[in-house]
């Protein structure tokens, strides 16, 4: 069965540092991995995902992500992070059925 | 205006009564989604949909029902029979586009049984 973690509950960086919000994934076939963000009561916005080909996927709001095989990780990077990019993100995984499943989310707390 | 609507934003329900929420996308997608979202979990697949008057079962199905009649609407009835139904409900809407589609959410539905 598929499944993807989010080892880390929630991720405090001060505005101005790089941000790295971190993602495993367990897949048998090709891993097709998303990352999406939810704002307060609102439903999930895409920001990015990683069918195949370059490994550093470039995404909304200056946001990227690395997969990595040999790690089997998916982690959510942004060089300089904004208050306004305080939320919870999510990484989910795709192996074909055309339906997500998600990690349990990570909540990113960016304090001025 | 383009987009996924849900509604209503907040639902009350009593217990041992079944509830519809709704979904609509003028997005023109073939396929829409139902997920749960329970707090300090990610999101979890009730039931989808690829084509119209088609749909499958995803990972949390028992309790729930959903039709698809038209391509824009996807209903989802919380029966009584979901033994804890007060949850956040998200429905999503994608297009074939390759192996995998991205999905686009609606803003939700916050359910709460009294």
């Known amino acids: 069965a598929q499944s993807v973690a989010q080892p880390e509950d929630q991720v405090n960086v001060a505005e101005g540092n790089p941000l790295t919000v971190k993602c495993t994934y367990s897949v048998s076939g090709n891993p097709y991995l998303f990352w999406y963000v939810q704002y307060p009561n609102r439903g999930l916005q895409f920001l990015l995902k990683?069918?195949?080909?370059?490994?550093l996927v470039k995404g909304s709001y200056g946001f990227e992500a690395e997969f990595n095989k040999s790690q089997t990780s998916f982690h959510l990077k942004k060089p300089s992070a904004l208050v306004s990019d305080s939320a919870l993100y999510f990484c989910?995984?795709?192996?074909?059925?055309?339906?997500?499943?998600f990690g349990s989310g990570t909540r990113l707390q960016v304090q001025p | 205006d383009g987009g996924i609507t849900q509604s209503p934003k907040y639902l009350f329900r009593k217990e041992g009564q079944n509830v519809t929420l709704s979904c609509e996308q003028n997005?023109?997608?073939?396929?829409m989604y139902w997920y749960r979202q329970d707090p300090g979990q990610g999101l979890r697949l009730i039931y989808y949909s690829q084509i119209v008057n088609d749909f499958q079962k995803g990972d949390i199905a028992e309790g729930y029902s959903v039709s698809r009649e038209k391509k824009e609407s996807f209903p989802l009835t919380v029966t009584s029979a979901q033994k804890n139904p007060t949850a956040f409900y998200l429905c999503a809407s994608s297009i074939p586009a390759g192996v995998s589609d991205t999905q686009y959410f609606g803003p939700g539905t916050r359910l709460t049984v009294l």
């Open positions: 990683y069918i195949t080909g370059d490994n």
């Open positions: 989910a995984v795709d192996t074909g059925r055309r339906a997500l499943t």
């Open positions: 997005l023109n997608h073939d396929a």
